[in-house]
């Protein structure tokens, strides 16, 4: 190589240095875990963590929440005779996010329990009665013009609210009944390409008669696997209804209702259940439950992926509600007949002398006493 050469490629070299350099002390600069005299190789990377949206609580603060939870379950107590079994799932639907599908017959407690979990919770509370004549409109909101603004505005429908009531659901069309698909999935509303985010707590508890068809719309698959569990609110035992007649009046005892908790404790709540542990038994024992269900000659549909994650959190507010930082094989199977029912459809095959909406609670049960369980 002649010099002339050698001498442009030891300028290029320095050129290259030079930027090096250059471009090191800009990271230095704009980069604060750098210092001036820190080479770039001996930073060591913060940890990462597994989700900063979930904040790990104390003991003492578990602890009070956990009181909280179980005042505001004597509260309802109160209000609801001899149904503990239906306010200990309403209290797991609401601090594991999801939705509650009460099927019963009128003048059991429907509405009832959903104005009580409303008031002992302190926050806003809406009912509507679902019609065959509903538009979307009416539960969503709809946009009206302003002429002294000269412009749309959105009015606000009853499912702005963190407690909504929706009464006789299948008595309205499913073009009103998918206007609440986006809202029991999402939390929120869109209106004319607008957006709405709903408060939280948000938490629907929807009604519907079992026994009495004419005139109704049955919900369909895609809309009953919104909702966390669906649970049957029949009448009440000899000794609790006794307790009904000599008590007040339903109204004068929803008024001695006071609030136990606030919607920040239940959002509180609701992060702590999150940290409830599963352990990887119970998982891998849940799973071939839902295997099962997707094999079984008796069912034409399975469980949903949506069905196994609403099982999952369902049993983490059960041991949370038990007053428990982990899950036992005794949270999960209980709620197997209350998440997955109303997710399958019994087909032809199964012979049975029971009731049409009963066939896949039994045959959920023969499932579940075929699954070994974990120890």
Known sequence: MNRGARSKGIGYVRKLVRGERSIRGLLMAHCSPLTAGTSMTSVTPAPFAADSRIQRMSPENAAAVSTKAAQLEKALRQVIR????????????????????IEGVPGVGKTTLGQALARAIDC?????????????????????????????????????????????????????????????????VTVDAHSFELPQPFLVIATQNPVEHHGTYPLPESQLDRFLMRVRM???????????LRSEAGVSRLDGVRPVLSGADVIEMQQAVKNVRVDDSLVNYALEIVRRTRESEFLSLGVSPRGSQALYRAAQAMAFLE??????????????????????????????????SEQSDQVLKDIVENVAVPV
């Open 82 to 101: 001899g149904k503990d079994d239906v306010v200990r799932l309403a209290l797991v639907s609401v601090f594991a996010r999801g939705h509650l599908l």
């Open 124 to 188: 806003t509370f809406q009912r509507v009665q679902f019609t065959s004549d509903m538009l979307p409109a009416d539960v969503l909101g709809i946009s009206v013009y302003s002429a002294t603004e000269q412009k749309f505005e959105f009015k606000r429908g009853p499912v702005f609210t963190n407690v909504l009531l929706a009464d006789e659901i299948n008595r309205t069309t499913p073009k009103t009944q998918s206007a609440l698909l986006e809202a029991m999935n999402e939390g929120q």
């Open 234 to 244: 029949g009448y009440p035992d000899a000794h609790a209804e006794r307790q009904i």
């Open 323 to 356: 007053g428990r930082n982990y899950c036992t094989p005794e949270d999960l199977k209980p709620l197997v007949v209350p998440v997955f029912a109303h997710r399958v459809v019994v087909n032809g095959l199964y012979a049975s002398t029971l009731k049409k």
